[in-house]
């Protein structure tokens, strides 16, 4: 199936050309257990419906952004720059 994704650099692109990591989560605090770190690295929360993702213009501009994606159908309503990290501040 092919969809296409608007880059916020680069407009309308075909889905072949972007990479995701998935779902947006939330990191575990500075020094994780192994369960906490388990957790985080290994389950998903997988919904059914629209979730943030993480995805990465791989054969493009190479820009890393956030898109807003209906899982039931791949339509993707928004996509966006992330917010700078409070460690930059
Ligand atoms: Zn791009």
């Given at each position: 199936m092919t969809f296409q994704i608007p880059c916020p650099n680069c407009g309308s692109r075909p889905v072949d050309e972007f990479t995701t990591t998935g779902e947006v989560r939330e990191r575990p605090k500075e020094s994780p257990s192994r369960r906490e770190l388990s957790h985080y690295v290994y389950?998903?929360?997988?919904?059914?419906g629209i979730q943030t993702e993480w995805w990465y213009h791989r054969f493009g501009c190479e820009l890393w952004f956030l898109a807003e994606r209906?899982?039931?159908?791949?339509?993707?309503?928004e996509t966006r720059l992330p917010a700078p990290s409070r460690s930059e501040w």
């Open positions: 389950f998903k929360r997988n919904v059914r209906d899982t039931n159908d791949n339509r993707v309503l």
